[in-house]
């Protein structure tokens, strides 16, 4: 696997699959989530509106991935996964960590062989950015996986920075 850090938008990214770090309603927010669904167009809200009625009637649960079309972007399929909310009080290192690892499971099942994440939870979710780079490094150059091109992509130089002292 080789992992490499870009600088940048992820929606620009040539891929097959691109990480959106989206909130449990699958319905759309900001930050990335915002701008996936602004570049990849009604259709992936379309099949998350479908996932929502068939399979997560209850939201899809922190932790856990689901894929759908990337519509308009130069992507295959959005992989959408549920990052935690920041806690001080509260450890949830594990459930950051999975949302990297089942990312790579769907994208197994998909047989994607390219993927790139944006910093899951490390935007209005409140987690710190070198924390939030230490777990998802450690645990993509851990995780069992078929995909060989891993793509960090980071939307401004403290998070490449942050990135870059993980790797
Ligand atoms: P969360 O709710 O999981 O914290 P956010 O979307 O608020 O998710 O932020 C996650 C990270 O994604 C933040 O570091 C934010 O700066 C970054 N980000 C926002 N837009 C983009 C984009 N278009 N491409 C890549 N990263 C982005």
Known sequence: MEITLVLGDITEERVD?????????????GGVDGAIHRRGGPEILDECRKLRASHYGGGLPTGQAVATTAGALPARWVIHTVGPVYSATEDRGDR????????????????????AFPA?????YGWPMDDAARIAVGTVRRAPTQVTDVRFVLFNRDAYAAFARAL
């Open 17 to 29: 699959a691109v990480v959106n770090a989206a909130n449990s309603s699958l319905l759309g927010g």
């Open 96 to 115: 950051l960590a999975s949302c990297y690892r089942e990312s790579l499971r769907v994208a197994d099942e998909l047989g994607a062989a390219s993927i």
């Open 120 to 124: 899951v939870s490390a935007g209005v």
